[in-house]
């Protein structure tokens, strides 16, 4: 079946502009990370959709970063007046079910450039 | 709170050689899991191998084993008979039973050598 998949793959803006990144998970799976990695860094986790309870939001930066998930499937990661900083890859992930150990698939991520 | 360190920012093999990435880890966490992930140019994380820390064996998957070191705090990978599609950065990482996000390190940057 299909993995995850990222839109888009590449984004160019300009400080102070507001952007959208898109996640689509894999059907069936209840569990939605996002994750970004900053060059020469590893992965750092942003925030964790499961089923419909509420998110777990403790690794957003700054009030300018949220997400929403909705019909408990496509998630959206939007960064308000973007800063120079935000320049990263932007990588989601999604898992069958909370509990136990489930393997997280990682999509292809989104690299956005702040000009 | 978990902390990875991947001490090694760069690495490089033969082809055919073996090559051991080194990890070490803190966690409070009585239940945890540990992972190594492969990022090739295409960005896409792949799972390569993982292991329960209750589970004193150490996980193979074909040509990649880990040495878990419980005490120690250390979790190394080894990459048997290296082959060209292994060059790629490679993630150590650990979650907590129940606690869903990972926690990464820095990476090591893994060379083959024809």
């Known amino acids: 079946g299909a993995g995850v998949s990222q839109s888009p793959s590449n984004k160019v803006t300009e400080k102070g502009k507001d952007v959208e990144l898109r996640c689509d998970p894999i059907?069936?799976?209840?569990?939605l990370y996002w994750y970004r990695q900053s060059l020469g860094q590893g992965l750092e986790f942003l925030i964790y959709?499961?089923?419909?309870?509420?998110?777990?939001k403790s690794g957003l930066p700054s009030d300018r970063f949220s997400a929403e998930r909705t019909g408990g499937s496509v998630s959206t990661l939007t960064i308000q007046r973007t800063q120079q900083e935000d320049s990263a890859v932007y990588l989601c992930?999604?898992?069958?079910?909370?509990?136990?150990?489930?393997?997280?698939?990682f999509g292809p991520g989104t690299r956005l450039t702040v000009l | 709170a978990q902390t990875v360190t991947q001490s090694q920012p760069e690495m490089s093999v033969q082809e055919a050689e073996t090559v051991t990435l080194s990890c070490t880890y803190d966690?409070?966490?009585?239940?945890?899991?540990l992972f190594w992930y492969k990022q090739p140019p295409s960005r896409q994380m792949i799972l390569v191998i993982r292991?329960?820390?209750?589970?004193?064996q150490n996980a193979t998957e074909n040509r990649f084993s880990v040495n878990f070191q419980k005490a120690a705090k250390s979790f190394s990978l080894k990459i048997s008979d290296s082959q060209l599609g292994d060059a790629a950065m490679y993630f150590c990482a650990s979650g907590a039973f129940g606690n869903e996000k990972l926690t990464f390190g820095t990476g090591t940057r893994l060379t083959i050598i024809p």
């Open positions: 992930a999604s898992s069958r079910r909370r509990g136990s150990y489930n393997e997280q698939f």
């Open positions: 292991q329960e820390a209750y589970k004193q």
């Open positions: 059907s069936g799976h209840t569990a």
């Open positions: 966690t409070s966490e009585s239940d945890y899991y």
């Open positions: 959709f499961q089923g419909n309870s509420a998110p777990d």
